[in-house]
T-cell receptor, first 111, second 111 residues
Framework: GAGVSQSPSNKVTEKGKDVELRCDPISGHTALYWYRQSLGQGLEFLIYFQGNSAPDKSGLPSDRFSAERTGGSVSTLTIQRTQQEDSAVYLC?????????FGQGTRLTVV | QKEVEQNSGPLSVPEGAIASLNCTYSDRGSQSFFWYRQYSGKSPELIMSIYSNGDKEDGRFTAQLNKASQYVSLLIRDSQPSDSATYLCAVSKTGANNLFFGTGTRLTVIP
């Protein structure tokens, strides 16, 4: 497809379980971002990848969160030992140089 | 101090009026400025970008940038009910390309 693709669209998990969220960026885009958005709130920056540079992890809220980007393309955001406060929409965006284009998001619900 | 600040609103305008949305940013080194529109339950959509002082027009939308005042605005002429959404301002800093978002302004266009 032409856009940013995220999977799954929805994920319900039990507290304490680990989850993996996937992002397929637009082909050729060198930059990739992860944000999360709680209901009615703004975008919270999580992590940023740019080419082969070390990622900017300054937004990750705790060491339970990690992300990787393989081959400069697909990215996976992993949340270990999920907590109820992790419930949010997780948004991935990719960018060629300036501006960013978002996927449809993954709605995570921790019960 | 937040990187990007917006009035959260809500802002209500009658159909056909001009909607004016404002954004200030803290880092004078910022070089690239973006406006995103986010409908309820959807992902942000890039609608305007501006890089130089002055105005940039695209259809009913005009972005205005004043770097001296660290101020970006979005004007929507002939507002339509379909323009009702949350508008997010985003700023990219020199050399980092990380995107910082404001919390968004909720706009309602009243028929």
């Amino acid at each position: 497809g032409a856009g940013v693709s995220q999977s799954p669209s929805n994920k319900v998990t039990e507290k304490g379980k680990d989850v993996e969220l996937r992002c397929d960026p637009i082909s050729g885009h060198t930059a990739l971002y992860w944000y999360r958005q709680s209901l009615g709130q703004g975008l919270e920056f999580l992590i940023y990848f740019q080419g082969n540079s070390a990622p900017d992890k300054s937004g990750l809220p705790s060491d339970r969160f990690s992300a990787e980007r393989t081959g400069g393309s697909v990215s996976t955001l992993t949340i270990q030992r999920t907590q109820q406060e992790d419930s949010a929409v997780y948004l991935c965006a990719s960018s060629p140089t300036l501006g960013a284009f978002f996927g449809q998001g993954t709605r995570l619900t921790v019960v | 101090q937040k990187e990007v600040e917006q009035n959260s609103g809500p802002l209500s305008v009658p159909e056909g009026a001009i909607a004016s949305l404002n954004c200030t940013y803290s880092d004078r080194g910022s070089q690239s400025f973006f406006w995103y529109r986010q409908y309820s339950g959807k992902s942000p959509e890039l609608i305007m970008s501006i890089y130089s002082n002055g105005d940039k027009e695209d259809g009913r939308f005009t972005a205005q940038l004043n770097k001296a005042s660290q101020y970006v605005s979005l004007l929507i002429r002939d507002s339509q009910p379909s323009d009702s959404a949350t508008y997010l301002c985003a700023v990219s800093k020199t050399g980092a390309n990380n995107l910082f978002f404001g919390t968004g302004t909720r706009l309602t266009v009243i028929p």
